[in-house]
């Protein structure tokens, strides 16, 4: 272990000169629970050892995998409530384009689909900056354009409704008209 205060912030430092991976552990043994990190070919791991899979690793490349991500969003925790209008939020994503990429960085060159942050804040205002996009964000404008769709499908099924009704009593007129003729 080697503390290194040169760069004006102490620090812990953990030097492998071996070939191995570099692993440390926090545990409890009065309560049998630890959770380890291992730093292995680029990804930082983190593991309770409870199940045997990885709960969080981050790659070298800046991805994360994990079982799940669970942002806060408790009501308790937020302020400076405001409506959207859905429909407003759907038309605006519309309009986000949403392309096919891949990252500058990504030496395997994976591909993914979607918008780019200036185009989302362009289009939303909402987040950090125009270089990012909050997964809370996304989500949030996903479950507003949703809302908008459904309310027009409820328009439109109502609308259906009427036509049916006009069509069924046209129809029956018909069939009186008809029923009339020699």
């Known amino acids: ?7 004006n912030f102490g620090g812990l ?19 049998d629970w630890e959770w380890r990190q291992t730093f292995r070919a680029g990804d930082l791991i983190f593991d309770s050892q409870e199940d ?3 709960e969080w690793t981050l790659d070298i490349d800046g991805n994360v995998t994990a079982t799940s991500f669970n942002p806060t969003s408790d009501k308790n925790l937020k302020q400076d409530f405001q409506a959207v209008d859905n429909e407003d939020i759907l038309e605006r994503l519309a309009a986000v384009p949403v ?4 990252y500058i960085t ?15 804040y362009s289009a939303f ?13 996304a ?29 069924k009593a046209l129809a029956e007129r ?3 008209l008809e029923a009339m003729e020699p």
């Open 1 to 7: 272990i080697n503390e290194n205060s040169s760069s």
């Open 13 to 31: 430092r953990v030097v492998n000169t071996g070939t191995g991976n570099i692993q440390t552990q926090f545990a409890n043994t009065n309560v």
């Open 52 to 54: 045997g899979a990885n």
């Open 99 to 102: 392309q096919r990429w891949r």
């Open 106 to 120: 990504d030496a395997e060159g994976t591909p993914h689909i979607g918008p780019v942050a200036q185009d989302f």
């Open 125 to 137: 205002g909402v987040g950090a900056d125009d270089r990012h996009i909050s997964t809370t964000d």
């Open 139 to 167: 989500d949030g404008v996903a479950f507003a354009a949703i809302q908008a769709l459904y309310q027009r499908l409820l328009e439109k099924e109502a609308a259906l409704d009427e036509l049916k009704a006009q069509n």
């Open 174 to 176: 018909l069939d009186a």
